[in-house]
């Protein structure tokens, strides 16, 4: 059955792709989609990358996991 989600592939190998490897990165927005865009992006450049889908989950999130990196959706 047709979910209407987005599918993403991976970058052609003989691309110029960010490098990002040992990189963590908290992606806090409270759009799904927009979450699973990003870190499939940041993963495939070698981040580790987890969501949080408001300010109290990254809250929760930042109390066992530290990133290097926060990106959030400035209209939350």
Known sequence: A???R???ERPAPDR???QLGGVRV???DD???TCEMLVFALESWG????TAGSAADALATLGGW???VLLTDINM
């Open 2 to 4: 047709e979910t209407g």
């Open 6 to 8: 987005q599918t993403w």
């Open 16 to 18: 110029v792709a960010p």
């Open 26 to 28: 908290l992606v806090v």
């Open 31 to 33: 759009d799904r989609d």
């Open 47 to 50: 981040a580790e990358a987890k």
């Open 66 to 68: 530290r990133p290097n």
